[in-house]
């Protein structure tokens, strides 16, 4: 995060390396203990990639030019999650452009930034912290406002709008976290579905409240460990031995749901749940599945196996890396754009989302 500050953008090999190393010397200075011990190659990452650097910044355009006025990316809400707007959007989109270095107070895109941090806000339910739509958005919304957290100079958020004392990204976040718990609580199963008053849960609703979970205790944020230990409970009891993983019920489901193990690997190794006989079984099948081609929800695919191949298997990342830039360059319209059955905002920031480990910007990517 202090290396996404040092410039607008930082693609050049060589202030990549002298960005890294200052957060190296920070993170030494404090004490902190996460990532030290890693190779700095999986840390800061080697050079970018030419092909990926086009293709993000084909979409980073793309993006900021259809952004609407009022921060969001337009579309109409789906009754059951993705929808193709919503504070899952906005957050991916929040998330794409930090991704890459993009600074969020003076940079090419800082507006856009700023747009879709309000956006958020002033969506939210100030009584119960909801993000609206789902709990699928809701878990998006909080990774986005999490990772634009701390980096983003609140003095100029709501300059120049209706109302210049709005909740702060901080105050937002807490609100959300207080939803996100609150639900749980509410929940038998101990996990997450589409509204915050279900009582019943699906993995997929549950890993993306989980990672927005996960990144605002990274924050700072106050997320209570029963909350995250319920969690954790919940995928072990739907993974199967040989590491099936079930969408919703009592047990571990076959292993076609291929987006949903390596949802599972990623929830495990962030969770720092690495050693769990759980883990180590949906790995393998998830290290599996780097040639599967997905015939159903492909750009969702793509995102988790991203970040679940580089948190698990930095080689296995690699190779899949490698052909998923092919893929993704060949499947990029002219106007920078990816369509999708959700919408091309949808499938735009997923997309560079499924690249954007290459730049290794954000904490969430943290190995």
């Known amino acids: 995060m202090i290396a996404a500050g040092l410039s607008q953008r930082l693609p050049n090999p060589r202030w990549r390396f002298f960005a890294g190393l200052l957060v190296a010397l920070c993170f030494s200075v404090v004490g902190a203990h996460r990532g030290l011990a890693q190779d700095p190659q999986l840390r800061f990452g080697a050079r970018v990639p030419a092909d990926v650097e086009v293709i993000y910044e084909r979409g980073l355009s793309w993006l900021a030019e259809h952004q609407m006025e009022s921060g969001d990316w337009g579309g109409q809400p789906a009754s059951h999650g993705r929808g193709s707007n919503g504070a899952a959007i906005t957050g991916m989109g929040v998330m794409v452009f930090l991704a890459s270095g993009e600074d969020p107070n003076f940079g090419k895109y800082s ?33 986005g406002l999490s990772e634009v957290y701390g980096v983003l100079d609140e003095d100029t958020l709501w300059v120049g709008t209706e109302n210049e004392r709005r909740r702060s990204i901080g105050e937002a976040l807490e609100l959300a976290v207080r939803c996100a718990v609150t639900a749980q609580k509410n929940n038998s199963w101990g996990g997450w579905r589409y509204s915050p008053s279900d009582n019943n ?17 990274n924050a700072g944020v106050k997320v209570p460990d029963e909350c995250i230990d319920k969690a954790i409970e919940y995928f072990r009891k739907m993974t199967s031995s040989q590491g099936g993983v079930g969408y919703s019920g009592s047990s571990g489901g076959s292993t076609a749901r291929k987006n949903l193990q390596a949802i599972a690997s990623l929830v495990y190794a962030v969770g720092r749940r690495k050693d769990l006989k759980e883990s180590q079984a949906v790995f393998r099948q998830t290290a599996g599945n780097i040639q599967y081609s997905p015939t159903s929800y492909p750009f969702y695919f793509r995102y988790y196996m991203a970040q679940a191949l580089f948190q698990g298997d930095f080689a296995a990342w690699d190779k899949w ?26 499938g735009t920031a997923m997309s560079l989302l499924a690249l954007a480990l290459n730049y290794r910007f954000l904490p969430i990517y943290e190995r």
């Open 111 to 143: 507006q856009n930034l700023r747009a879709a941090v309000r956006s958020m806000i002033t969506a939210q339910d100030g009584a119960t912290g909801y993000l609206g739509n789902s709990m699928y958005h809701h878990g998006f919304g909080m990774l």
């Open 201 to 217: 849960s699906d993995t997929s609703v549950a890993g993306a409240v989980l990672m927005g979970l996960f990144a605002a205790r």
């Open 321 to 346: 890396n490698t052909q998923t830039i092919r893929q993704l360059k060949a499947m990029q319209s002219d106007d920078g754009s990816f369509p999708s059955s959700y919408g091309p905002a949808y």
